[in-house]
């Protein structure tokens, strides 16, 4: 399985509504970070949390992480149609061929918030 | 200016064309990278470009080869492709590597979307 892996893959709620997404990882890090993308586009960066901290905000988000449970999860409180997209965890373990870091992106929550 | 500018937006192309990707940004940023996106999967890192390092991920075919003119650019060249490669390739930049001492979320462009015929 992939070092990030994401709960649930697919999430519809009703504007308004709170959204809450997960994120499980493996091997120890130095941060992890939140993107969200929209259908087909780039991705926007969110969040990064680094592993010495255990919550962080940011307007309408709140990530936590808990390194015990090598777990992080993203809440987006009251929910707009535009927060309709694919959200992904990407966490910085494992390193490539040179021993350079390798971000690996979790498998992705598609959100759907309903007007 | 705080963007990662990708040029074709859209590319088509034979498998016996050759082709090249274009990745632009002027935040200074140290760290360039380039990943590829298939329909509904995360982003797969395809390479690492860092204070004029280039790093491979080892399950990137030599068909797929990068080029870093300056710190600005990153482009990637493309030959004999197979309609396999047809996917989203993602163009990233950050101040520094992250993970090496420092702390740094990645800057995406929009992406150029490739199919292979």
């Known amino acids: 399985s992939q070092q990030g892996e994401e709960d649930p893959q697919a999430l519809s709620i009703q504007e308004g509504e709170n959204a809450t997404m997960n994120c499980s990882y493996k091997?120890?890090?130095?941060?992890l970070q939140w993107y969200r993308q929209n259908s087909g586009r780039g991705l926007v960066h969110l969040i990064l949390?680094?592993?010495?901290?255990r919550e962080k905000h940011s307007g309408r988000l709140r990530v936590t992480l808990d390194t015990s449970k090598k777990s992080s999860s993203l809440l987006i409180t009251a929910s707009r149609a535009a927060d309709t997209a694919s959200y992904f965890c990407a966490t910085d373990a494992g390193r490539i061929t040179s021993g350079t870091y390798k971000y690996i992106f979790g498998t992705g929550t598609r959100l759907k918030v309903l007007a | 200016d705080t963007e990662v500018t990708q040029t074709p937006k859209h590319l088509v192309m034979g498998m016996t064309n050759k082709k090249s990707l274009k990745c632009e940004q002027h935040m200074g940023h140290r760290a360039m990278y380039w990943y590829k996106q298939k329909a509904k999967k995360p982003p797969e890192l395809m390479f690492v470009y860092s204070y004029e390092k280039l790093s491979i991920n080892e399950s990137v075919p030599s068909r797929f080869s990068p080029e870093c003119p300056n710190s600005s650019l990153l482009n990637l060249h493309l030959h004999a492709l197979q309609p396999e490669d047809s996917a989203l390739y993602l163009c990233?930049?950050?101040?520094?590597?992250?993970?090496?001492?420092?702390?740094?979320?990645?800057?995406f462009g929009s992406g150029t979307r490739l199919t292979v015929v």
């Open positions: 949390i680094r592993s010495n901290e």
């Open positions: 990233a930049s950050s101040p520094r590597e992250s993970g090496t001492g420092g702390n740094y979320g990645y800057t």
């Open positions: 091997t120890s890090i130095n941060n």
